[in-house]
């Protein structure tokens, strides 16, 4: 309904509507950037523990990379960080953001994949490789359309 379909009579309620909607949106944002620079601390901590325990362990390799796939995830924080200010700064969020992001996650996984408790299987590995693959397509076709639509 649009609008003009709107009966005038609905006006005062549909003002206050959108100040709470407003408020509450504001509310959100401010719990995702606290929701952010917590998770900050917290891959900052993990990456830290991750370092000490590889040095007890005596394991540098194995350590190197659980700690290199600590900080993607804290790269992937601080770009989240970045858009969300952005947003709040009155610019649109972009969707290569994001594509920023899952791109980040596959990667990490494919790092740590050596690592993990359980021995990957070939499918498996395969799939990380194809999503990431396939995300970085995406990523590219973004990038080149973003670059083609604005000259």
Do not use: C
């Amino acid at each position: 309904m649009s609008q003009e379909q709107l009966p005038e009579e609905f006006e005062p309620l549909n003002r206050i509507a959108i100040k709470a909607m407003l408020w509450l949106n504001g509310l959100a944002h401010l719990i995702i950037g606290l929701a952010l620079a917590t998770s900050v601390i917290m891959f900052t901590w993990l990456f830290f523990l991750d370092v000490k325990e590889a040095a007890y362990a005596h394991n540098l390799v194995h350590g190197f990379l659980r700690a290199l796939g600590t900080l993607m995830l804290l790269w992937s924080i601080s770009a989240l960080i970045s858009a969300e200010i952005r947003y709040l700064r009155g610019h649109k969020l972009l969707v290569e953001t994001f594509i920023e992001v899952v791109l980040v996650m596959f990667l990490r996984k494919l790092i740590v994949l050596p690592v993990q408790d359980a021995t990957p299987t070939y499918e498996e590995i395969g799939i990380w490789l194809a999503g990431a693959f396939i995300m970085g397509l995406v990523y590219i076709l973004i990038r080149f359309a973003d670059k083609t639509g604005h000259q």
